[in-house]
């Protein structure tokens, strides 16, 4: 049996792009700013809420250089399904599934809800190194508890308040940014860092995506890794502890 899309399924018209060099990491344009990208073109496409994307991460994406974003629906409906490409110099860089649900926004039932948790109050202001990763620039953080980048400690977690500074990424773009925004968790336990780009970048999203500059909690660890790849689970909270996003996210480890 052959699947093929639905013709009456709806195609948006190309999103151009241009990142800035602030936005790079270790090896290119933040992976989490293009998986934004690809689920505001889904949005757009669809005047529907994402509610899961699942990302690969194919290539670098150089700054200052066109990007091309498209999205086409694979179904349309009350649960939609959109394929989103970004593709630079003609080569395909990233592709998302972006699930999406007309339903109404209604309030997150957590089966197991978590008590509590650390406020603002309790972060302590912590700067990345620009010369490594230049989109520190764009990010405020407060870290939470003893681990810290770099520091060989005995966990690879690192947790934190979160936000994007400035006001020009749309909500759907800076959730992107926030799944991705912290060091891989591996960095916790090392003292040297390294490079480990992500390649597949999977989350849930639990509502509408908090406003453009809103402090979110970041909690992240490595949940597995071997000689090639490692995996790091990341759970999002706003200010009042509800629940904004679950992800999973591979990183290859180029250094073995």
């Known amino acids: 049996m052959t699947l093929t ?46 509610r899961a994307v699942t990302a690969h991460l194919l290539g670098g994406v150089a700054p200052e250089v066109d990007a091309v974003v498209t999205a086409a629906a694979d179904r349309a409906g009350r649960t939609g399904s959109v394929r989103g490409e970004l593709r630079q110099g003609g080569v395909l860089r990233a592709v998302a599934q972006v699930l999406t649900s007309a339903g109404s926004a209604a309030p997150v039932a957590e089966q197991y809800p978590r008590a509590g948790g ?61 799944l991705d925004a912290l060091p891989p968790s591996l960095f916790a336990v090392r003292t040297v860092p390294a490079p480990m780009p992500t390649v597949e970048l999977t989350a849930h999203l639990a509502g509408p995506p908090p406003p453009t500059g809103a402090w979110v909690r970041v909690d992240q660890r490595t949940v597995w890794a071997d ?30």
């Open 5 to 50: 899309t639905d013709p009456a399924a709806p195609v948006a018209e190309p999103r151009r792009l241009v990142f800035d060099p602030t936005w790079r990491t270790f090896t290119g344009t933040q992976g989490g700013l293009l998986v934004g990208h690809l689920l505001s073109a889904a949005a757009e496409l669809t005047g529907t809420a994402p």
């Open 118 to 178: 650390p406020g603002l109050e309790d972060g302590e202001p912590f700067e990345l190194p620009r010369d490594y990763v230049p989109i520190a620039e764009h990010l405020e953080i407060r870290a939470l508890g003893a681990s810290r980048p770099m520091g060989g400690g005995d966990e690879p977690r690192l947790h934190a308040w979160v936000r994007v500074r400035g006001g020009e990424l749309s909500p759907l773009v800076q959730l992107g940014v926030l």
């Open 227 to 256: 000689a090639d790849i490692a995996v790091d689970d990341v759970e999002l909270r706003g200010l009042d502890g509800s629940l904004v996003a679950r992800g999973r996210q591979t990183r290859r480890l180029l250094a073995g």
